[in-house]
């Protein structure tokens, strides 16, 4: 294996040239809407299924749909080279998706338990054997049962945002809202976003508030959001070798969990974090970065999913365009010995039998032996 290389990450600014522009655009996408056992799904698909190869399979958080959760993301340049190589499914939740008629009076919203059931139906109409999802807030929740519910169907997630709690959220962002009327709008800001955030990235802020307001059918977005609020708790637990391994209820597939420094949910990404099988579960916390990582950082999230996929064994070499030759090989991300939070099970790890994947070459080299006692895990967090 070549030697390994440490780079500097450049800044990424966000994709937002004008104020009040709320540019979602879509390129060389097919719309379906496909039959499921609960409804009707809206689903955006990238090319085709290459091979044997997973498909990307994509789910927004609440108050957005999949063109102002993810385009920015999947329209970056280096994003597109590394999904040159994948088909790629945007699922919008029920009635999130643009242009959506309102639901008829008495409609019942599914659950999240429902959302997740209706996944199948999905891969099976598009002919895709399986996937590699990535899911931001209530899509992570829902991919995360979807992966619980049928592992052969999933080879890796990427989980932003991820929440695996119960408790709702709506009681605690409207306690952050000092001095705001809490509609509806307020409350799902200020799950998107830090009160630093609010305060400080005016342009950014505008082109959320008027796309939540405008953009999104209030009364469908009342049900979305009532249905995530009502989630069970996921009931993972991190598995213990010698004890429970082979019972426990958890993800048994790859798993990038990703969180901005600043964001809302820190604490909730931290916990499921640590319920996780440290082997196969890296936690990667972005600096200088808040509610949405995919939409400010969204070179960093390209490269730090670049080498999630080269850890499943895809895509060996992809050159991102703001890199040289000579940077390619491994990210340039800070390791941090103790993380920040109280939580001593607070950990990030990687499968060691995933040796392609040059971060996880980079966390074993720079901390040997954490893997050696699970029962009592080295604390750490991978940072960019």
Request: proline share 6%; with cysteine; charged share 20%.
């Amino acid at each position: 294996m070549d030697e390994l290389q440490d780079v500097q990450l450049t800044e990424i600014k966000p994709l937002l040239t004008n104020k009040n522009t709320r540019n979602f655009q879509d390129f060389d996408c097919q719309e379906h809407d496909i039959e499921t056992p609960h409804g009707v799904l809206h689903v955006t698909m990238r090319g085709v299924p290459k091979g044997n190869r997973p498909v990307i399979l994509t789910y927004h958080d609440i108050g957005l749909n999949h063109k102002s959760c993810f385009n920015t993301l999947f329209n970056y340049e280096d994003m597109q080279e590394i999904t040159q190589h994948f088909a790629v499914v945007h699922v919008d939740a029920p009635g999130q998706q643009e242009g959506a008629p309102p639901f008829p009076s008495g409609y019942r919203y599914p659950t999240m338990e429902e959302m997740a059931e209706m996944l199948p139906s999905v891969m099976t109409q598009l002919k895709v054997n399986s996937v590699i999802g990535i899911g931001v807030g209530a899509g992570a929740y829902i991919l995360s049962l979807f992966a619980l519910n049928n592992p052969t169907l999933v080879e890796g997630l990427v989980l932003i945002n991820v929440d695996p709690c119960a408790e709702g959220w709506i009681d605690w962002a409207a306690s952050k809202l000092s001095g705001w009327t809490s509609n509806l709008v307020d409350v799902i800001m200020a799950h998107h976003f830090s009160t630093d955030e609010l305060t400080d990235n005016q342009e950014l802020i505008q082109t959320y508030r008027l796309h939540i307001a405008h953009d999104i059918n209030q009364d469908n977005l009342a049900l979305f959001c009532g249905s995530y609020q009502y989630r069970r708790d996921l009931e993972i637990e991190r598995p213990i070798v010698g004890l429970n391994e082979a019972t426990v209820n958890t993800l048994t597939c790859p798993a990038l969990l990703v969180v901005g420094d600043t964001s809302p949910a820190v604490e909730a990404v931290v916990e499921c974090n640590s319920r996780l099988n440290p082997t196969k579960t890296t936690l990667l916390k972005m600096a200088d970065c808040g509610g949405l990582p995919q939409v400010v950082q969204p070179g960093k999230l390209a490269e730090a999913f670049k080498y999630f996929v080269q850890g499943m064994g895809y895509i060996p070499y992809v050159l991102l365009s703001h890199l040289s030759n000579d940077s390619v090989p491994t990210v340039g991300m800070t390791r941090l010995a103790r993380s920040r939070t109280a939580s001593s099970s607070s950990i990030t790890s990687m499968d060691s039998s995933r040796s392609r994947n040059n971060l996880n070459s980079l966390l074993e080299g720079g901390v040997p032996g954490a893997l050696d006692n699970q029962a009592r895990p080295q604390t750490m967090e991978v940072s960019c």
